[in-house]
């Protein structure tokens, strides 16, 4: 069906990519509309995952986006099997973009995990760039946001990939000594090393709704603990229930959300 009406669409000479599908219930969908609507499926709300450009083309004010570390590239310093080719392969340069910008008129650091490279996991790149913007943002008096997207630490850097879960959180810490305000975005999935660190220390942890969220998956946890886990267990719905996320908001209310967070951490703009 959904094949069909996308065929017959470009039959009748309609530009390619009018339309789209939602991954979960296979509704097709005006491009324009479903990118209007946050790229949140009206018909059965799936939300889908945002690439870092974006995340940060919803949630910052037009144009004020200014990134830094742009050309900041991984190394295969291991030598693991692979890694050098997806590298080499990549459209994107790491799993961060990190940047000044300015949301509802309040300046603040940003980093975005972007899932579409390489799961969204934690490298040296990822660590770096998170922790100059953290350093930027102590030297400016800006508050930090992070919106985590992350399947966890990334194997092929090794032991350096899990220094960036202690380096991150150092660097948060400091900031925390500059009585600097830190926002937590999790999004579909913040998992692993990274839902270990930097994902769930900020002042205030916000998630999307039905973003996985956790440290293990529930099948480890499941065979560990040799008990069955609870329903909706590691959702944002679930943890903000029991205390580990603070507000779970709708994507098109998170400006507004965040904007009130910086209204309050950072007073009246
Ligand atoms: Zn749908």
Known sequence: MAKSVAESSSKKGLPAGIW??????????LRKDYEENFMVCPKCGYYARLNARKRIAYLVDENSFCEFDKDMKPVDFLNFP????KIKKSQINDAVVTGSAQINGYKAALAVMDFEFMGGSMGSVVGEKIVRA????????????????????RMQEGIV?????GKTSAALARLAENNLPYISVLTDPTT???????????DINIAEPKALI????????????RQQLPEGFQLS???????MV???????????VITKALNFFCGKK
Request: net charge negative.
């Open 20 to 29: 789209t599908t939602c991954k979960k219930c296979e509704q097709i969908l």
């Open 82 to 85: 692979g890694y050098s080719d």
């Open 134 to 153: 953290v350093e930027f943002a102590i030297e400016n008096k800006y508050p930090v946001i992070i919106v985590s997207a992350s399947g966890g630490a």
């Open 161 to 165: 990939s899990l220094m960036q879960m």
């Open 192 to 202: 692993g090393g990274v839902a270990a660190s930097f994902a769930m220390l900020g």
């Open 214 to 225: 956790g440290f293990a998956g529930p099948r480890v946890i499941e065979q560990t603990i």
């Open 237 to 243: 719905e679930f943890l903000e229930k029991h205390g």
């Open 246 to 256: 603070d507000i779970v908001a709708e994507r098109k209310d998170l400006k507004d």
